[in-house]
C-alpha cells in the first residue's frame, strides 16, 4: 500500500510468473507450477502438436456449476493445479479429482506448484469434499494428494479421513485415491488402503531407467511397485492400478518390461497418456506417440493380464475413472 498526500493507493501486482517464488495464503513460500525458473530452461520449439493432440475445451454449465462449487468450500483440485487438458470433460462428466495444492517434491514433468506446507493441514477438508461430492451428485471419486513429505505420515491420516467423510456422507459413491508413496512407509499406506476406498493408485509415471531426472529425488521406481505390491496384500479386493506418460524417452521395450514388473506385484490397472509439457521449465516432449501405437500397447498390458489398460494420447491418470472396468478403453474412439 502507498500513499500520495496522504491518500492511500493501492499497488497493483504483477501477476507470479511460472517458475516464480510466491507466498502462499497460508504463509508459506512455493514455487508457481513447480520447476525454478532458470538459464537452462529449454524454450518451446516452434512448431505445432499433431492432429490428434485436441481436448475439448473447458466449458458448458456443468463445468461451471462444479467450478464455483470447488470455489465455495475452498477445496483444490489437481484438475487445475497440474494443467490437466481433460478438465472440460471430466468435469461436465461430473468427475473431479479433489484434494492438492502445494506439493514438497518437484518432480520435472509435474505443474503442480512447489513448497513446504510445514505441516499446514486444512481441518475442514474431509467434510468440505463429502459435502461437495454431495452437491456434485458423484458416483465416482478420485481423491489426490500431493506429496507431504512435511507431514509425518505424509497426509496419509488426512487423506483416510476425507475417504471416510465422503463415505458417511455418500455411501454409495466409489471413492478412488491417488496417493503419494508416503516415503515408502507401508504402516500409511495401509491407513489410506483401510479407509474404505475401492481403488488404490499410486503412479510409476516412466520407466526404472528415466525415473530421474523425471520424478523427484525422494521418488523411486521400486517404491512405488513395492507401494502398490503391499497395498494390494494388505487389502486384495481393493483395485491397485499405476499411470506412465510416454513421450519422454522410453523405448517400448522399456514400456513392456514395467508391464511385466507391474503384473508380477499384481497391479490391476493401467493408463497410458501422453506426455505434454506444462511450461518451458519443464522437460521436453521426446516424440509424439501415435493413437495406433497406444492401442498396440493396450493389447500388450490386456494379454499380461491387467484387467483393463486406458491408453491414447490424452489418457491421464483419473481420465474416465470412473469407466475403467468397462472393457472398451473408455470409450476413446477407435478403440
Not at 132 to 142: D, E, I, N, R
Not at 188 to 207: H, L, M, Y
Request: net charge neutral; hydrophobic share 35%; aromatic share 6%.
Amino acid at each position: 500500500m502507498a500513499d500520495l498526500k496522504g491518500i492511500p493507493i493501492e499497488v497493483e501486482r504483477r501477476p507470479v510468473q511460472s517458475g516464480e517464488k510466491f507466498v502462499t495464503p497460508q504463509g508459506f513460500t512455493a514455487i508457481r507450477d513447480g520447476i525454478k525458473r532458470s538459464h537452462s530452461s529449454m524454450p518451446f520449439a516452434p512448431g505445432t502438436k499433431p492432429r490428434w493432440l485436441r481436448a475439448p475445451l473447458a466449458t458448458g454449465a456443468r463445468f461451471e456449476t462444479l467450478r464455483q462449487t470447488v470455489r465455495e468450500h475452498r477445496l483444490s483440485t489437481v484438475c487445475e493445479e497440474a494443467h490437466c487438458p481433460n478438465i472440460g470433460e471430466c468435469w461436465n462428466a461430473g468427475t473431479a479429482t479433489l484434494l492438492g495444492s502445494v506439493c514438497t517434491r518437484a518432480c520435472r514433468f509435474c505443474a503442480v506448484d512447489t513448497g513446504n506446507p510445514r505441516g499446514w493441514l486444512d481441518a475442514d477438508e474431509p467434510a468440505n469434499a463429502a459435502r461437495t461430492v454431495s452437491l456434485m451428485g458423484l458416483g465416482y471419486v478420485v481423491l489426490t494428494s500431493v506429496d507431504r513429505d512435511d507431514l509425518p505420515d505424509g497426509g496419509a491420516a488426512h487423506l483416510a479421513a476425507c475417504v471416510r467423510a465422503i463415505k458417511v456422507a455418500n455411501p454409495k459413491t466409489a471413492v478412488e485415491a491417488l496417493t503419494p508413496d508416503f516415503q515408502g512407509v507401508l504402516r500409511d499406506v495401509e491407513t489410506v488402503v483401510d479407509s474404505g476406498i475401492e481403488v488404490f493408485a499410486q503412479n510409476v509415471e516412466t520407466v526404472e531407467r528415466l525415473t530421474h531426472p523425471v520424478r523427484d529425488p525422494r521418488a523411486g521406481y521400486r517404491q512405488t511397485l513395492n507401494v502398490l505390491e503391499h497395498s494390494k496384500r494388505h487389502r486384495p479386493a481393493v483395485l491397485t492400478k499405476t499411470s506412465l506418460m510416454l513421450g519422454l524417452g522410453e523405448t517400448t521395450d522399456e514400456l513392456l518390461q514395467t508391464m511385466d514388473d507391474l503384473r508380477a506385484i499384481g497391479c490391476d490397472l493401467l493408463t497410458l497418456g501422453q506426455y505434454l509439457r506444462p511450461t518451458a521449465n519443464h522437460l521436453p516432449v521426446e516424440r509424439y506417440v501415435t493413437p495406433e501405437q497406444f492401442l498396440e500397447l493396450r493389447g500388450a498390458a490386456l494379454q499380461r493380464g491387467f484387467l483393463e489398460c486406458v491408453s491414447g494420447p490424452m489418457v491421464r491418470s483419473s481420465y474416465r475413472a470412473e469407466r475403467a472396468l468397462a472393457g472398451n478403453n473408455c470409450g476413446i474412439p477407435g478403440a
